[in-house]
C-alpha cells in the first residue's frame, strides 16, 4: 500500500471515529436529558376570563395547527422527503423573514376571526427552527384578557437530524399545544397518551398529549375541551390506535358523567369514511394514512369538519395549488347533548402553515 493510500485511510479513520463519537454523544446526552412526562399532571392557567359558561351558550371554537410558523406556502421541509441523513436542497428551517411573514400572518388571522376558544398546534415557546419566537406569548398578548394555557409535547435540548451535516442541526425545540378561552377553568391538565417510538428515536420525537380543560357551566355540569395532537410519523397506525383509544375511554366516561365535551385538533387520520385522496385523486400521500372507524365512537357523537376544503398538505415542496397533496385531518368531535350549528375551513391557501383553520359553532344542549 501506497504511503498516499495509508494517509488517506488514516484521515478517512480518524473522520469516521470523529462522527461516532459526536453521534455517540449526542444519543448519550439525549437520553439523559430525555422529557418523558408521565400520567396527568396539572397546567399553570394564565389572566381569568368570565366564568361560569351560561347553560344555553352558543360557542365558537377554532382548531388551527400553526406549523411552528415555519412551515408555510414558501416553505419545504426536509424530513417529509427523508432527509435523516441529509437534507439535500430541503429546508432545515426557514430564513427568519420568512418565519416573520407566517407569524404576522397568523396573528392576523385570529384577529380577523374572533372566537370563544382557540385549540392551537405545534405553537413554539423557544426553539432553534423558528428562531426562539415565542408564538404562544405573542398570541396571549393578542387576546387580551382570555384565559390561555400551554401544554408541552416537544422539549428536546438538541435535535441532531440531518444527521450527516451537524452544522444545520435542527437544534433546541420547545413546543407545544396552546389553549385561549373566553371563559375560566376550574382545572386544567395535560394527559400524556400511551405509546412511544423505540429508542433511539423517541428521544427526538414529540410526546403526545391532549390538552384537557374543564369549564364549568352554570347549570351544575361541565365543558370538557381537549386539545390534541395526534401521531402522524407512525408507519402501521400502532400509535394512534393506543392513542384513540385512550381518549375513546376519556371521553366517554366523560360524557357519562353528564358533561358536554369537545375535542378537537390535529388528529392526522382523516374523520370516518372521507377519502384521504377526494381533493387530489390518485395522488402521493406525504405520509400513511388512516380514516377513523365508522364505529369508534356511538353513533350520537358527531365529527365536525368543512367537507369542501384541506387542511394539510405535503410539505416535500412548497406549496403548489395545482400539484401538491393535500387532504384533511383536522377537525372536532362532540358528544350528543351538543348543537352543531355551523363549521368553515378558512382558506388561505397554506400561506402561513401547512395546516388551514377551522372554526366551528355549537349550542350546549340539556
Given at each position: 500500500?501506497?504511503?498516499?493510500?495509508?494517509?488517506?485511510?488514516?484521515?478517512?479513520?480518524?473522520?469516521?471515529?470523529?462522527?461516532?463519537?459526536?453521534?455517540?454523544?449526542?444519543?448519550?446526552?439525549?437520553?439523559?436529558?430525555?422529557?418523558?412526562?408521565?400520567?396527568?399532571?396539572?397546567?399553570?392557567?394564565?389572566?381569568?376570563?368570565?366564568?361560569?359558561?351560561?347553560?344555553?351558550?352558543?360557542?365558537?371554537?377554532?382548531?388551527?395547527?400553526?406549523?411552528?410558523?415555519?412551515?408555510?406556502?414558501?416553505?419545504?421541509?426536509?424530513?417529509?422527503?427523508?432527509?435523516?441523513?441529509?437534507?439535500?436542497?430541503?429546508?432545515?428551517?426557514?430564513?427568519?423573514?420568512?418565519?416573520?411573514?407566517?407569524?404576522?400572518?397568523?396573528?392576523?388571522?385570529?384577529?380577523?376571526?374572533?372566537?370563544?376558544?382557540?385549540?392551537?398546534?405545534?405553537?413554539?415557546?423557544?426553539?432553534?427552527?423558528?428562531?426562539?419566537?415565542?408564538?404562544?406569548?405573542?398570541?396571549?398578548?393578542?387576546?387580551?384578557?382570555?384565559?390561555?394555557?400551554?401544554?408541552?409535547?416537544?422539549?428536546?435540548?438538541?435535535?441532531?437530524?440531518?444527521?450527516?451535516?451537524?452544522?444545520?442541526?435542527?437544534?433546541?425545540?420547545?413546543?407545544?399545544?396552546?389553549?385561549?378561552?373566553?371563559?375560566?377553568?376550574?382545572?386544567?391538565?395535560?394527559?400524556?397518551?400511551?405509546?412511544?417510538?423505540?429508542?433511539?428515536?423517541?428521544?427526538?420525537?414529540?410526546?403526545?398529549?391532549?390538552?384537557?380543560?374543564?369549564?364549568?357551566?352554570?347549570?351544575?355540569?361541565?365543558?370538557?375541551?381537549?386539545?390534541?395532537?395526534?401521531s402522524a410519523y407512525d408507519k402501521n397506525g400502532v400509535l394512534k390506535k393506543q392513542q384513540m383509544n385512550y381518549l375513546k375511554d376519556f371521553l366517554l366516561a366523560e360524557y357519562e358523567k353528564g358533561n358536554y365535551v369537545i375535542a378537537g385538533g390535529d388528529w392526522n387520520q382523516c374523520p370516518p369514511f372521507f377519502k384521504f385522496d377526494a381533493f387530489r385523486p390518485g395522488g402521493r400521500p406525504y405520509q400513511a394514512h388512516y380514516n377513523i372507524d365508522a364505529e369508534f365512537m356511538p353513533s350520537d357523537w358527531q365529527w365536525i369538519y368543512d367537507p369542501t376544503l384541506p387542511t394539510s398538505r405535503s410539505t416535500k415542496e412548497f406549496f403548489d395549488p395545482k400539484s401538491t397533496f393535500i387532504t384533511l385531518i383536522d377537525y372536532f368531535l362532540i358528544s350528543p347533548n351538543i348543537?352543531?350549528?355551523?363549521?368553515?375551513?378558512?382558506?388561505?391557501?397554506?400561506?402561513?402553515?401547512?395546516?388551514?383553520?377551522?372554526?366551528?359553532?355549537?349550542?350546549?344542549?340539556?
Amino acid at each position: 500500500m501506497s504511503q498516499k493510500l495509508r494517509k488517506f485511510f488514516k484521515a478517512f479513520g480518524a473522520l469516521l471515529l470523529l462522527f461516532l463519537l459526536y453521534a455517540l454523544g449526542i444519543i448519550l446526552y439525549g437520553t439523559y436529558t430525555d422529557y418523558q412526562p408521565t400520567g396527568v399532571a396539572p397546567l399553570q392557567v394564565q389572566q381569568q376570563g368570565t366564568a361560569p359558561l351560561p347553560a344555553d351558550s352558543t360557542l365558537s371554537l377554532l382548531s388551527w395547527n400553526l406549523g411552528y410558523c415555519g412551515l408555510g406556502a414558501k416553505c419545504n421541509f426536509f424530513y417529509n422527503g427523508g432527509g435523516f441523513f441529509l437534507a439535500g436542497d430541503k429546508m432545515v428551517r426557514p430564513p427568519e423573514e420568512l418565519v416573520q411573514e407566517n407569524y404576522q400572518g397568523v396573528r392576523k388571522l385570529i384577529q380577523n376571526n374572533p372566537s370563544d376558544i382557540y385549540l392551537l398546534q405545534e405553537v413554539d415557546m423557544a426553539s432553534k427552527r423558528s428562531y426562539f419566537l415565542n408564538q404562544y406569548e405573542g398570541v396571549k398578548e393578542l387576546l387580551g384578557g382570555f384565559v390561555s394555557s400551554f401544554a408541552p409535547n416537544f422539549k428536546v435540548d438538541r435535535v441532531p437530524i440531518p444527521i450527516l451535516e451537524p452544522w444545520r442541526a435542527y437544534g433546541q425545540a420547545h413546543s407545544g399545544l396552546a389553549t385561549y378561552s373566553r371563559y375560566t377553568p376550574n382545572k386544567v391538565e395535560r394527559h400524556q397518551l400511551p405509546g412511544e417510538h423505540g429508542w433511539p428515536d423517541r428521544i427526538f420525537q414529540l410526546d403526545r398529549c391532549a390538552a384537557v380543560h374543564y369549564l364549568p357551566v352554570d347549570n351544575g355540569k361541565q365543558l370538557v375541551l381537549l386539545n390534541i395532537h395526534n401521531s402522524a410519523y407512525d408507519k402501521n397506525g400502532v400509535l394512534k390506535k393506543q392513542q384513540m383509544n385512550y381518549l375513546k375511554d376519556f371521553l366517554l366516561a366523560e360524557y357519562e358523567k353528564g358533561n358536554y365535551v369537545i375535542a378537537g385538533g390535529d388528529w392526522n387520520q382523516c374523520p370516518p369514511f372521507f377519502k384521504f385522496d377526494a381533493f387530489r385523486p390518485g395522488g402521493r400521500p406525504y405520509q400513511a394514512h388512516y380514516n377513523i372507524d365508522a364505529e369508534f365512537m356511538p353513533s350520537d357523537w358527531q365529527w365536525i369538519y368543512d367537507p369542501t376544503l384541506p387542511t394539510s398538505r405535503s410539505t416535500k415542496e412548497f406549496f403548489d395549488p395545482k400539484s401538491t397533496f393535500i387532504t384533511l385531518i383536522d377537525y372536532f368531535l362532540i358528544s350528543p347533548n351538543i348543537n352543531a350549528l355551523k363549521v368553515k375551513t378558512i382558506n388561505q391557501d397554506f400561506r402561513f402553515s401547512d395546516h388551514q383553520a377551522v372554526r366551528m359553532e355549537v349550542r350546549l344542549g340539556g
